[in-house]
């Protein structure tokens, strides 16, 4: 559950396990997008499922950067 890891402890497992799975796109680019999605959410009344719901707004931007390059 999110709510027993710190913000760094959640991004860093979010940006680890997108890394393994997009090997193509540079890791502090993954660090960079895991971050912004992640305070963008980070706010809002949703703790529990922090950790997915930024996985899947990272996951969804990283494919357009892969696709754009």
């Known amino acids: ?3 027993d890891m710190s913000d760094d ?3 860093a497992q979010v940006a680890q396990k997108l890394s393994e799975k997009n090997a193509d796109i540079p ?3 993954i660090d960079g997008v895991v971050r ?3 305070f963008a959410i980070a706010g809002r009344p949703v703790r529990d499922y922090l950790s997915v719901l930024t ?3 990272a996951k969804r931007r990283l494919k357009k950067l892969a696709k754009a390059s």
């Open 55 to 57: 996985e899947r707004a």
């Open 36 to 38: 912004e999605e992640y």
């Open 27 to 29: 890791r502090d680019v």
């Open 9 to 11: 402890e959640v991004m």
């Open 1 to 3: 559950m999110t709510t």
